[in-house]
């Protein structure tokens, strides 16, 4: 099963698609997505992860420090910024690298739950989280009713969990699993869908796993295991045009960057700037400026991850969504 999934041979992208953020590669309007309302404010960490995994989008691991660990101080400043501006920010959602290797992420987990968000955080639940385990507990004790920790486990296998975060990964992230749900935290599981399996043996699988850990997920639940389609900026797929949502039936207002953004802090800049999603932290065509205002204008479907990942593939990184 998983060495039939990781051998498979990709078509290569065509190097004259999203090239033009105005005009396809067959001359057609690229179609573009309106901020409708800002539900989900997303927060990268840092980029610095415990793992070097085989296909991370972000290109994660201990070496990479592309984007900087953001402080308490400015996360802050954008959570005052949602207030006074009157942004309807009902999600706070932090990512990585691994969030729990900032220094400073139980103060900012709590600055953002005190201010009556939710919050949201992705982890591999290995040793970061572990060792943080004790102040962890003590804010789930708290304020747990608005935290949720989502979990990556990227199949129900170790053999194939382990193809993508390599050897040993397995057992600690398990045992994290464990440690959440014996100590009530609010838990998601994020799995891909790489594995060329029906999404009903996926989630059959994850049930039969769960059921043996004693772990309470409801796997019929796309906000508790969220299966995700796979991203490779190298495999072909199409351009989204602007008749590509009566053609598809898609509702651009249902596409993840019409209701979240993403603040980032690139390394040796100083400041942070705001995204549009959590797919794109490193492509400068979308940059947005350092406000959530500066943040408010559309967005163009101009890189295969909008494509392949939201469009086509009804991805979405939030619970909100």
Request: charged share 20%; glycine share 6%.
């Amino acid at each position: 099963m998983c060495s039939n999934a990781v051998e498979s041979e990709i078509d290569i992208l065509d190097p004259t698609k999203f090239v033009d953020p105005e005009i396809t590669a067959k001359g057609e309007r690229r179609a573009s997505v309106a901020l409708q309302r800002l539900d989900t404010l997303w927060f990268n960490t840092g980029t610095l992860c415990n793992l070097t995994c085989a296909n991370c989008y972000i290109e994660s691991s201990p070496t990479n420090d592309q984007l900087a660990y953001l402080s308490t101080d400015e996360v802050r400043a954008y959570l005052d910024e949602v207030v006074d501006d009157g942004w309807p920010v009902r999600e706070i959602g932090l990512t990585g690298g691994e969030p729990f290797m900032n220094p400073e992420i139980i103060g900012i987990i709590e600055l953002s739950l005190n201010r009556g968000f939710k919050v949201l955080v992705l982890t591999n639940a290995m040793r970061p989280m572990m060792k943080l385990a004790d102040p962890l507990n003590d804010l789930n004790r708290r304020l747990g009713e608005r935290l949720t920790i989502r979990v990556s486990l990227d199949h129900y296998t170790q053999a194939c969990h382990e193809i993508e975060r390599g050897q040993h990964s397995w057992e600690p992230t398990i045992n994290g699993i464990r440690w959440l749900s014996d100590n009530g935290f609010a838990l998601n599981v994020a799995g891909r869908t790489y594995w060329n399996e029906p999404d009903i043996s996926l989630r059959e699988g994850y049930a039969t796993l769960f059921a043996t850990l004693g772990v309470g997920l409801n796997v019929s639940d796309h906000a508790e295991l969220m299966l995700l389609p796979e991203m490779d900026e190298r495999a072909d797929v199409p351009e989204i045009t602007e008749a590509c949502w009566d053609i598809l039936g898609i509702n651009p207002a249902s596409i993840m960057c019409a209701s979240s953004r993403m603040v980032v802090k690139r390394k040796n800049v100083g400041v942070p700037t705001v995204l549009p999603c959590t797919l794109l932290p490193y492509d400068r065509q979308f940059e947005m400026g350092r406000t959530l205002a500066d943040a408010a204008t559309a967005v163009k479907l101009n890189h295969p991850h909008c494509a392949k990942f939201c469009v086509l593939g009804g991805g979405s990184c939030s619970v909100s969504d």
